[in-house]
C-alpha cells in the first residue's frame, strides 16, 4: 500500500477512527495489526522478518537493562546490532560484495569460470533500511541508559512498525514517540485539519510536481550519451532530479507526518527548505534530517569519541560539539560519508556521492577555519545550491563512468559553448527538451518564493487570521483537484528502494 493512493486514504481514514474510539490496549494492538496490513500489501512474506527484528530488539533491550555495565551487556548489544545488521547486508548487499568479489578474483588472475551465483533470489524488503536504524537506535539508546526498556511487547512493535514511516521514515528515537503511543493525546480538531493540510501538501508534491519532473530527469539520463550533453544541459539535469527527489521524498514525509498527526502524534520534522541553506553543513542540518541526525549520533560522533544526543534533530550539524583533533573529525567525516553512501544502495555510485559531500563539507571547515566566518548568506547560497545539485550526478547515475563524465563536461570550456558559433549564431550547447529549461526555471522560482513567503509572509499574515485562512482556502482549492488528476498509484516513492 502506498501513499498516493485512495486505498490509502480509506485505510488511513478507518484506522483513525478506530483510534480515537478505542481504549488503550485494543488501540495499540489495532496500530500493530493495521501496520502488518499495511506492510502486507506490498509483499506479506516480508512480514515475519519484520516481526523477527522487532522481537531481536524487544528481547535485547530487556536484557540489556537487567545487566550490570559489563561485557555480558556489551555483548547482547553487539548480538542485537549484528541480527540487524546482517539482515540489512543480507538482503541488500550480498548480491553486491558477491560480485565485487568476482571481479576482484578475475583482475587479480583468479578463474573463477561462470562466476557465482546464489542459489535463491534475493528481493530488497521495502523499508528494511528504516526499520533496522530505528530498531538499532532503540537498543543503542537503552545500552546507554538515556531510554528506558519497554515492558510491554505490543507497545514497542507499534512504535518500531507504526504504519505512516515504517517504509521510508522519519526514523524516529523511542524517546520522541514511544510516550505518545502509549498515552492517547485528548482529541482536538487542531489535530485533524493540520494533518490534513500535511497530507494534501505532500500529495502535491509528490503527485503534481515530482511525478511531472520526472519524464524529463528519464528522458536526460536515458536519452542522451554524456558527450550528447553540453554543460548547461547537465546542470539543468542535476537541478531538475535534485528538485525531483526533493519533492517526492518531502512529500512522503508531508503525508508521513500528516497521517500520524491525525492521531495527535507528533514526528520531528524532517525537511526545512534544505535548496536555501546558505552552506553545505547548513544543508544536512535541512535535508533528511532524521537520518542524517541519526548517522550523527550513532555513528559519526562515536568515531569522533563524542556521545550522540538522543533526538532527530539538527542533521549532521555537530558545531561546538566535537573536541577531537581535526584530523580525527576528518577522518569519521569521510568514513561517515562513504557508509551513508552506501545505505542508499548496493552500488559504488552511492559512495561517489558520499564522498562528493564528504569533499564539499572538508573544504567548507577549511574555509571557514581560515576566513573565520562566514560569506553572506546570499553569496553561500549562490555557492552551495549548485554544488549540493551538481552532488546529484552520481546518485542518478547508471555507473561511475556516467557520473565522472558528466562531470568533467561541466567542467570543460568547449562544453559550454558551441566552437561553431563563434562567428554568430546562438552560442549554448543545448540538447534536452526546451521544457526541461522552463521547468529548472520556474521551480526554482518557486522554491524561493515558497520560503520568503514563509519567513517574511507569513509571520505578519498570522495577525490577520482571516486572511491567512482564506489564503490557504485558495491554495488548498487549486491543489486538490489537480492532485486527483495526477494521482498515479503507479508511481512509487523513490526512497522505496533504498
Same mark, same amino acid.
Given at each position: ?206 503527485? *503534481? =510536481? +515530482? ?9 536526460? @539520463? /536515458? $536519452?542522451?550519451?554524456?558527450?550528447? %550533453? #553540453?554543460?548547461?544541459?547537465?546542470? *539543468? =539535469? +542535476? ?9 517526492? @521524498? /518531502? $512529500?512522503?514525509?508531508?503525508?508521513? %507526518? #500528516? ?240
Amino acid at each position: 500500500m502506498i501513499f498516493n493512493s485512495l486505498t490509502y486514504i480509506l485505510f488511513l481514514t478507518l484506522c483513525c477512527v478506530l483510534y480515537w474510539v478505542l481504549p488503550r490496549q485494543p488501540r495499540l494492538w489495532m496500530i500493530f495489526i493495521a501496520s502488518i496490513v499495511f506492510y502486507g500489501f506490498w509483499n506479506f512474506w516480508f512480514v515475519p522478518l519484520l516481526l523477527f527484528s522487532v522481537v531481536v530488539d524487544f528481547c535485547a533491550g530487556l536484557w540489556i537493562e537487567r545487566l550490570a555495565a559489563g561485557w555480558r551487556r556489551n555483548a547482547v548489544l553487539i548480538g542485537s546490532l549484528s541480527v540487524n545488521l546482517l539482515i540489512l547486508g543480507t538482503f541488500k548487499y550480498l548480491v553486491f560484495f558477491v560480485g565485487q568479489a568476482e571481479g576482484l578474483a578475475r583482475a587479480l588472475g583468479i578463474d573463477v569460470g561462470a562466476g557465482f551465483s546464489l542459489p535463491f533470489h534475493i528481493i530488497l524488503p521495502l523499508g528494511v533500511s528504516f526499520y533496522t536504524f530505528q530498531s538499532m537506535s532503540y537498543t543503542i539508546d537503552v545500552w546507554r541508559r538515556v531510554t528506558p526498556a519497554v515492558h510491554e511487547f505490543v507497545l514497542f512493535a507499534s512504535y518500531v512498525i507504526y504504519f505512516p514511516q515504517l517504509v521510508a521514515g522519519p526514523i524516529l528515537r523511542a524517546g520522541e514517540v514511544m510516550w505518545q503511543l502509549d498515552r492517547r493525546p485528548q482529541f482536538q480538531a487542531a489535530d485533524l485539519i493540520a494533518g490534513s493540510r500535511r497530507i494534501l501538501a505532500g500529495l502535491f508534491l509528490k503527485c *503534481v =510536481l +515530482a511525478d511531472n519532473i520526472a519524464p524529463l530527469v528519464d528522458s536526460g @539520463f /536515458a $536519452g542522451f550519451a554524456p558527450r550528447e %550533453l #553540453g554543460a548547461i544541459d547537465i546542470v *539543468v =539535469l +542535476a537541478f531538475l532530479f535534485g528538485f525531483q527527489i526533493y519533492f517526492d @521524498f /518531502a $512529500g512522503y514525509s508531508h503525508i508521513a %507526518l #500528516g497521517s500520524a498527526r491525525l492521531m495527535g502524534i507528533r514526528f520531528p520534522e524532517n525537511f526545512n527548505f534544505p535548496y536555501m541553506a546558505p552552506n553545505p553543513r547548513e544543508f544536512w542540518r535541512r535535508w533528511h534530517i532524521s537520518l542524517s541526525s541519526w548517522i550523527r549520533d550513532y555513528l559519526y560522533l562515536p568515531l569522533c569519541g563524542v556521545r550522540g544526543g538522543t533526538r532527530s534533530v539538527d542533521g549532521l550539524d555537530v558545531a561546538g560539539r566535537v573536541g577531537p583533533h581535526p584530523l580525527r573529525r576528518t577522518f569519521a567525516l569521510w568514513v561517515t560519508w562513504g557508509l551513508m553512501g552506501l545505505w542508499h544502495g548496493a552500488n559504488w555510485t552511492f559512495v561517489l556521492w558520499g564522498f562528493w559531500h564528504a569533499a564539499v563539507l572538508s573544504v567548507h571547515r577549511l574555509i571557514s577555519r581560515i576566513a573565520h566566518r562566514e560569506p553572506p548568506a546570499i553569496v553561500g547560497w549562490a555557492f552551495t545550491l549548485p554544488l549540493m545539485m551538481l552532488g546529484w550526478i552520481p546518485f542518478r547515475a547508471e555507473n561511475i563512468d556516467t557520473a565522472l563524465a558528466l562531470w568533467v563536461r561541466v567542467v570543460t570550456p568547449s562544453a559550454w559553448l558551441r566552437p561553431e558559433t563563434q562567428g554568430g549564431g546562438f552560442p549554448f550547447w543545448l540538447a534536452l527538451h526546451r521544457d526541461s529549461y522552463y521547468v529548472a526555471a520556474a521551480v526554482l522560482l518557486l522554491i524561493v518564493a515558497a520560503w520568503a513567503a514563509r519567513n517574511f509572509l507569513m509571520p505578519s499574515m498570522e495577525r490577520r487570521p482571516f486572511a491567512t485562512a482564506l489564503a490557504e482556502a485558495a491554495a488548498f482549492a487549486v491543489m486538490t483537484p489537480l492532485i486527483f488528476l495526477y494521482l498515479r498509484p503507479i508511481n512509487q516513492f523513490i526512497y522505496f528502494q533504498f
